[in-house]
């Protein structure tokens, strides 16, 4: 199982580190995903990276300010996450996948998600 961690409260303009720590033996065969949810608004895709760590892929509205990152020997993916916006209010998701992708669907494993607020 995924759990997320580092969310808290922050003011715009502010960084923050997201972790996920993943359980079991087979955490470098997948590759990982970052995913938000504000309120009353559907899951989006956040970043995502490649089993190796070797490859890296962002969402639009992040690009520039995000930075994915992921140690196999320690099992975690990071999301470290700078000059913040309040439009990055949400809840922050980590999941796996077969293969990078921008798609929901093709993501399991999700973890329990951490709150990010970013105030202006």
């Known amino acids: 199982q995924l759990q997320a961690s580092g969310g808290g409260l922050v003011q715009a303009g502010g960084s923050l580190r997201l972790s996920c720590a993943a359980s079991g033996r087979t955490f470098s065969a997948y590759a990982r995903g970052w995913f938000r949810q504000a309120p009353g608004k559907e899951r989006e895709f956040v970043a995502s990276?490649?089993?190796?760590?070797?490859?890296?892929y962002y969402a639009d509205s992040v690009k520039g300010r995000f930075t994915i990152s992921r140690d196999n020997a320690k099992n975690t993916v990071y999301l470290q996450m700078n000059s913040l916006k309040p439009e990055d209010t949400g809840v922050y998701y980590c999941?796996?996948?077969?293969?990078?992708?921008?798609?929901?669907?093709?993501?399991?494993?999700w973890g329990q998600g951490t709150q990010v607020t970013v105030s202006s």
């Open positions: 999941a796996a996948a077969p293969f990078p992708s921008s798609q929901a669907a093709q993501y399991g494993d």
């Open positions: 990276i490649s089993r190796s760590g070797n490859n890296d």
